[in-house]
């Protein structure tokens, strides 16, 4: 079955400084990557998802890209602020008739 | 503004106890989501519905969990008995499934704590 990996688990930036976290996929037949924020006593919530057929996208500070020959996909913040303190979750699967498969998290620590 | 509600939020009790946690997905959405979220397991999906009906509940010990969907405005999951090591955040997540993409939307959680 699919299994995602992600790294790294923590990760301590300074403020203003960008932001990368790498997930890697088992199964080449997933085809739809979020993205979720989980804020310090709340559930995930979505902050972007890509799709098999684009390799890279945009949503103002926040950028997620898709390597599918290497099975990777990235996401980018850049110009990080206080807010983006958080855990982020990347997620795969084969399509909105499959479960997610989720990637173990990474607490991400915004220094001021 | 539509959101994913969950009762109790907190939960205390001992073990031995049943404990029943209800979740009330967003309205129209086909498809409900249990997690249990541990420091040690990360995210672990439990069981999801579509259209009421269970699709998948490998990931739940079958011989003290069990989940339901009496009607598509509420999904229950009880624990019986409770023990220490099910302490952990319980979500539930509810979704309308489109194509490739299905959202997850997670409710704010129950935290419980089996004495």
């Known amino acids: 079955g699919e299994n995602v990996e992600q790294h790294p688990s923590t990760l301590s930036v300074q403020e203003g400084d960008s932001a990368v976290i790498k997930c890697t996929y088992s199964d080449s037949a997933s085809n739809y990557f979020p993205w979720y924020k989980q804020e310090l006593g709340k559930g995930p919530q979505l902050i972007i998802d890509?799709?098999?057929n684009v390799g890279e996208k945009k949503d103002q500070r926040i950028a997620v890209t898709l390597n599918k020959t290497a099975k990777h996909f990235s996401l980018h913040i850049t110009e990080t602020q206080p807010e983006d303190s958080a855990v982020y979750f990347c997620a795969a699967s084969m399509g909105s008739n499959y479960q997610l498969i989720w990637g173990a998290g990474t607490k991400l620590i915004i220094k001021p | 503004d539509a959101r994913v509600t969950q009762t109790p939020r907190h939960k205390v009790t001992e073990m031995g106890q049943e404990v029943t946690m209800r979740c009330q997905p967003i309205l129209g959405h086909n498809t409900v989501f249990w997690y249990r979220q541990t420091m040690m397991q990360g995210l672990e999906l439990l069981a999801y519905f579509r259209n009421r009906a269970p699709l998948d509940d490998s990931g739940m010990p079958k011989d003290r969990f069990s989940a339901e969907m009496p009607d598509a405005t509420l999904a229950t999951l009880k624990i019986q008995p409770s023990e220490p090591r099910d302490s952990a955040v319980y979500f539930c997540?509810?979704?309308?499934?489109?194509?490739?993409?299905?959202?997850?939307?997670f409710g704010p959680g129950t935290r419980l704590l089996v004495l």
């Open positions: 997540a509810s979704g309308l499934a489109r194509g490739l993409r299905e959202t997850q939307y």
């Open positions: 890509i799709r098999s």
